[in-house]
């Protein structure tokens, strides 16, 4: 049974660029949650999909942005990138109903240049 | 607001020796709580979590963890460290219904042979 898949595993950008990210989520799960954790910082909340909605969304600018497929799988999506967008991006799935565990992806590192 | 604070930075104990991590939260109604290790080059892993009942709850890898509702503490503790505890601890609080997640900034422990 796979686990939480992220990828790319690294990324590298230009500053003003486009990127997008990949999650598919644990076999059986139906709500995917990204969050960006910059070096030495703890996780940050983007938002949260669950059947192909943002239903909950962190302290991030409409440059984020996301969708969730119907397969539950997952884009991240980061316009006019920025040297601060460098970080850590860690999916996290979880079934809806199902005790709120959070499985998590090992994660895309993104720097920015 | 909601919020997560873990005040030790780094702690360093010897192998064999007990662990105490600290977390405080931030919120006005009844918190959902977990803590999660974080290896390098690797994604988050539950370790535990409280939701209602019994405030000691037991996790995996021998932790456990107190809620203190008078405190607004979750602390995380192991009687006996061992060398593969090293990694970094970070404490969460999961809000409306789960959909939202705070994380702490971390606790960096090292396990000293």
């Known amino acids: 049974d796979a686990g939480v898949t992220q990828s790319p595993t690294h990324l590298i950008k230009t500053r003003g660029q486009q990127v997008t990210l990949r999650c598919s989520p644990k076999?059986?799960?139906?709500?995917v949650s990204w969050y960006q954790q910059a070096l030495g910082q703890g996780p940050q909340f983007i938002f949260q999909?669950?059947?192909?909605?943002?239903?909950q969304r962190g302290n991030f600018p409409d440059r984020f942005s996301g969708h969730q497929f119907p397969n539950y799988s997952s884009e991240l999506n980061v316009n006019a990138l920025l040297l601060g967008d460098s970080a850590l991006y860690l999916c996290?799935?979880?079934?809806?109903?199902?005790?709120?565990?959070?499985?998590f992806g090992p994660g895309t590192r993104l720097t920015v240049t | 607001a909601q919020s997560v604070t873990q005040p030790d930075i780094h702690i360093t104990v010897s192998e064999g020796a007990s662990l105490e991590l600290r977390c405080n939260y931030s919120?006005?109604?009844?918190?959902?709580l977990f803590w999660y290790v974080q290896s390098p080059g690797q994604g988050l892993q539950l370790l535990l979590k409280y939701f209602s009942g019994d405030t000691l709850v037991q996790g995996i890898k021998g932790f456990e963890a107190e809620f203190k509702r008078s405190q607004s503490s979750f602390n995380l503790r192991k009687p006996s460290v061992h060398w593969s505890d090293a990694a970094e601890y970070f404490c969460a609080v999961g809000v409306y219904n789960f959909n939202k997640f705070y994380f702490g900034s971390g606790t960096k422990l090292n396990v000293k042979p």
């Open positions: 919120y006005g109604a009844t918190p959902y």
């Open positions: 076999s059986g799960h139906d709500t």
């Open positions: 996290a799935s979880s079934l809806e109903g199902g005790g709120y565990e959070q499985y």
């Open positions: 999909y669950y059947e192909e909605e943002e239903r």
